[in-house]
């Protein structure tokens, strides 16, 4: 039940930055879970167990995080985006990209501020959708 979005965006990928960019803080206080739902929604969902604990407010912290579609933009980008493991620090280049059918019809729309968080939004809930063009981890740089 592959859709035209899963022929184009073949990965997902969460992000964090800034102050909860630190595994301690990641590992203590938010828990991700990955899902593809019947309707063929992708999505990450984040759970805070210890919510009165955390030491950055929540409208902080889901600002500095995003659930991000990625197009690779060649074989090698491809392969570096595979090699990515949990916790790794990356750099990702490239942009932000609305998807259209051949025909010109409306696939998926970018969302392009962190406010978008519903399916009346741009972007369907604060998803990016990028053509990544180079992938950076650790000190290695593939394009």
Not at 100 to 127: H, M, Q
Request: proline share 3%.
């Amino acid at each position: 039940m592959r859709t035209p979005f899963d022929e184009v965006c073949l990965m997902d990928i969460g992000l964090v930055w800034g102050e909860i960019a630190d595994k301690s803080y990641i590992k203590k206080h938010l828990k991700f879970k990955s899902t593809k739902t019947l309707g063929q929604s992708r999505r990450l969902s984040v759970s805070t167990p210890d919510y009165q604990k955390m030491p950055y407010k929540w409208e902080y912290v889901s600002t500095h995080m995003s659930h991000t579609h990625l197009i690779p933009g060649s074989v090698n980008v491809m392969s570096a985006l595979l090699k990515i493991k949990k916790n790794d620090i990356v750099k990702l280049d490239g942009y932000l990209v609305d998807i259209y059918t051949n025909k010109g019809d409306v696939v998926a729309l970018t969302s392009l501020s962190r406010g978008d968080r519903d399916s009346t939004s741009r972007g369907y809930g604060a998803c990016e959708d990028m053509y990544v063009t180079q992938v950076q981890i650790g000190d290695k740089i593939y394009k």
